[in-house]
């Protein structure tokens, strides 16, 4: 497939981890976090864990939507689902999320209408198709999907639906991230950086990394090829003695971001004073919600939910793996009483979560089979 | 914040840079071993193994749409509510189709039951998909299909002219696979209470004399096939829907694998191990029952198993896999090694099969596991689907 195939050449991708081989200062065991879901998924797909040298590590870091969900939020969109006559609408993953008391896709068995959409917009197309009925996106994602939660919330208003509303669960990276450079038991050395959320807010925000903290950050693309680059870059920053944030995903990425959607954004969300993190916790100023302006459209308004914190079951160690300060198997619960099937933790629901990539795609001995 | 958006930089692919990655003859093929304890992880693998390869249990509350999706949830129900109830041991070998004994005859029986939507797609209808679904069931036990019985549950208000389109296009479907229907049974039900047209389809074959077919009968060293280019079903439907606002030329691969199987049968004789028609799942799910079965590891080299390009298109703008979409007309084949290759030539002169390819083989370790040997060069685990995002496509 033309401008794919290139991104996934094996011979170039040898010769990269050769690369990256021989510019591993001797000696170093270097532990390097890929903040987003998308590359977790990436790297365990194509295998390019098997490419790096021993010397190299990755750590899979918080940057998966669905995973950083608190089983509170969940109660709340199931609450809101089992109101008569609402049509719930959400992405794919949300639905097997686990809350206190049962899943999305369980309260669709018990006969809550719960739809998966592809897009906010589909949530709009339904809402029009159904005036007689309140239909609620529950919209997750970090600044990615963030604009396009916002343009509907601004097509709905200008097309005047009136029974289309939105549970935003929107978050940013930014604060998680400093929260995870300010932890105690954290040992890093650089960061892939983000790039999805990148093409939106650009690299700049980043800088503080190096410069606050000292640790390098490159911005990546999700093709193997990509991921195999900067893990060169970083490395060749390290053994340079250089700490900055760099751009490997230029040919998407503008190093400003995207002026219109960070515009949008602006003017549809305002930040929360707090917001509760899986895993991590309450984290200050991470995550949006409607602004006044949008108040009739936001469903925790029209809604009264239990807005219960519910405590992170007491064996998950989801906080741990987003954190990197475990490796998935190295939870108790890892495989046994937590599988993608039945999952206990975030972590194991999305296929951009760190344990579910490494149930589904990397549960092996790597003794057992040299191919 | 950002004062300018560089248009110029979004429009710029930076393709051309393979010279500056080509630049270093490197090599790393050292096997790989983790200074956190590798010992230790494989350890707690080899522990979640063992859970895996006990019996499902039906534990759920409720029956959800992923019992309907052909994964893990399917799998738990089937081996923790429906054998421990039934539990006949033919019904234990879970193949395809069951080998019933009649007075010396070896018969094989199978059932299917179609709830396609939509009931018309590009390469084919849901009639077409009820007479190929099950006399490929049938074909899979390594038997010749001769009948079939049809059911049909209609919803109140479907369109005579639905209803008849589907009874020629059974009708005709039947004829081209060779098989006769001899029996049927109608019931209507109130709108709203099915979704235009459930079909049922039981048939019943012969099993031919060369076929020693078994899911438990494979070895190390025996060879994958694949009887074509995969995901098109699965794909055809999805696009079918119109819920993606994609448009490509795929159809249906819906056809009678009889042909096929006897092709199989002529070349490889007694070194066929096993048939699969990879049906919901896909490929991915076909091996993982066989490697389960028989206690056995697969590895699937992913640049040699052929998908069309249309197809790589849309499962990967969609994110999916097509190793776990739907076919209709594909069937796995697991192959001794000395017969691969007359086996795989004499497929590839099957009208139909002509993209059929070696894509893999069978190994001992981990046992019930199957690897991928990825086009990238890394390796992984390709896994049982656990829920189906995408229900109701046969």
Redesign the interface.
């Known amino acids: 497939m033309k401008y794919v195939d290139e991104y996934r050449d094996a011979e170039l991708g040898q010769v990269l981890a050769g690369e990256i081989a021989a510019a591993v200062p001797a000696g170093e065991h270097l532990k390097l976090m890929e903040v987003c879901g998308g590359h977790t998924h990436s790297i365990y797909k194509y295998g390019v864990d098997d490419l790096l040298p021993d010397a190299v590590e990755l750590v899979h870091g918080p940057g998966c939507p669905v995973c950083v969900i608190p089983m509170g939020r969940v109660d709340d969109g199931i609450a809101i689902a089992h109101e008569p006559g609402v049509i719930f609408t959400c992405f794919g993953d949300m639905m097997r999320v686990p809350g206190s008391n049962g899943t999305l896709l369980e309260a669709k068995a018990q006969g809550a209408d719960v739809r998966m959409v592809y897009s906010p917009l589909d949530a709009l197309r339904i809402a029009k198709a159904n005036p007689e009925r309140d239909v609620v996106f529950f919209a997750i994602g970090f600044e990615t999907t963030a604009p396009s939660t916002a343009l509907t919330l601004l097509r709905a208003r200008a097309e005047r639906v009136p029974n289309f509303f939105v549970m935003c669960n929107h978050v940013t990276i930014l604060p998680p991230l400093r929260a995870l450079l300010e932890s105690p038991d954290l040992r890093l050395d650089g960061f892939i950086g983000p790039g999805h959320v990148c093409t939106v807010v650009g690299a700049r925000p980043f800088e503080f990394i190096p410069a606050e903290y000292g640790k390098p950050l490159v911005v990546s693309g999700f093709e193997p090829l990509d991921l195999l680059q900067s893990v060169h870059m970083i490395v060749r920053q390290l053994a340079d003695g250089r700490r900055e944030v760099e751009n490997q995903y230029a040919r998407v990425v503008p190093y400003e971001g995207n002026l219109r959607a960070l515009e949008v954004m602006a003017e549809v969300f305002e930040l929360r004073a707090h917001f509760e993190w899986r895993g991590l916790g309450f984290i200050s100023r991470s995550a949006l919600k409607l602004s006044e302006a949008f108040a009739e459209l936001d469903a925790e308004r029209r809604y009264s939910v239990p807005g219960v914190r519910v405590a992170d079951p007491k064996a998950c160690q989801c906080g741990e793996v987003l954190k990197g300060v475990i490796k998935p198997w190295e939870c108790k619960v890892f495989g046994s009483a937590c599988t993608p099937e039945r999952p206990i933790g975030t972590c194991m629901v999305s296929p951009e979560g760190a344990c579910a990539a490494y149930y589904n795609y990397g549960r092996f001995s790597r003794e057992q089979l040299a191919v | 914040?950002?004062?300018?958006?560089?248009s110029e930089?979004?429009a710029?692919?930076?393709?051309g840079?393979?010279e500056e990655?080509?630049?270093?003859?490197?090599?790393?093929t050292?096997?790989?071993?983790?200074?956190?304890g590798?010992g230790r992880?494989?350890k707690?693998?080899?522990?979640?193994e063992t859970?895996r390869a006990k019996r499902g249990k039906f534990r759920d509350?409720?029956?959800?749409?992923?019992h309907g999706a052909g994964?893990?949830?399917t799998q738990?129900m089937i081996e923790g509510l429906f054998l421990p109830a039934f539990g006949s041991e033919t019904l234990s070998a879970m193949a395809d189709a069951a080998i019933v004994g009649v007075g010396g005859a070896e018969l094989a029986m199978t059932t299917d039951t179609f709830v396609v939507k939509p009931m018309r797609f590009p390469g084919g209808s849901i009639g077409e998909l009820a007479v190929n679904g099950t006399v490929n069931d049938v074909a899979m036990a390594g038997a010749r299909p001769l009948a079939l019985t049809l059911a049909l549950v209609l919803e109140e208000g479907l369109g005579a002219d639905e209803l008849r389109a589907e009874v020629e296009a059974i009708a005709a479907t039947a004829r081209t696979a060779g098989v006769e229907l001899v029996a049927g049974d109608t019931k209507v039900v109130e709108r709203g209470h099915a979704d235009g047209m459930y079909i049922c389809t039981t048939g019943v074959g012969v099993r031919d004399p060369r076929a020693r077919l078994a899911p438990s009968a494979l070895r190390p060293g025996d060879r994958l096939l694949v009887s074509g280019t995969i995901g098109e079903h699965g794909t055809a439907i999805m696009l079918a829907r119109g819920?993606?606002e994609l448009d490509a030329e795929i159809e249906s691969d819906t056809c009678s694998l009889w042909p096929a199987v006897d092709a199989l049968l002529h070349a490889a004789g007694p070194g066929l191990r096993c048939l699969r028609d990879a049906t919901r799942g896909g490929v991915a799910s076909v091996l993982n029952e066989l490697a389960r079965a028989s206690g056995v590891a697969m590895?699937v080299r992913e640049a040699d198993v052929p998908v069309r390009?249309a197809v790589?298109?849309a499962a990967?703008i969609l994110g999916i896999d097509p190793m776990y979409v739907a076919n209709e007309g594909r069937l796995v084949a697991a192959v001794a090694p000395e017969d691969a290759e007359s086996a795989l030539a004499a497929l590839r002169a099957v009208p139909g099969c002509e993209d059929a390819a070696d894509i893999g083989e069978v190994r001992a370790?981990?046992p019930g596991?199957v690897?991928?040997?990825?086009?990238?060069?890394?390796?992984?685990?390709m896994?049982q689907l656990?829920?189906d995002?995408l229900p109701r496509i046969c």
Do not use: C, W, Y
């Open positions: 914040m950002s004062d300018v958006v560089r930089e979004l710029h692919g930076d393709v840079r393979s990655l080509a630049t270093s003859e490197g090599r790393n050292a096997s790989r071993g983790r200074s956190t590798p992880e494989a707690v693998l080899s522990i979640i859970a509350a409720q029956v959800t749409m992923a994964g893990k949830a738990s819920e993606f590895v390009p790589m298109g990967e370790d981990p596991m690897l991928v040997a990825t086009a990238f060069g890394g390796r992984r685990v896994d656990v829920g995002p």
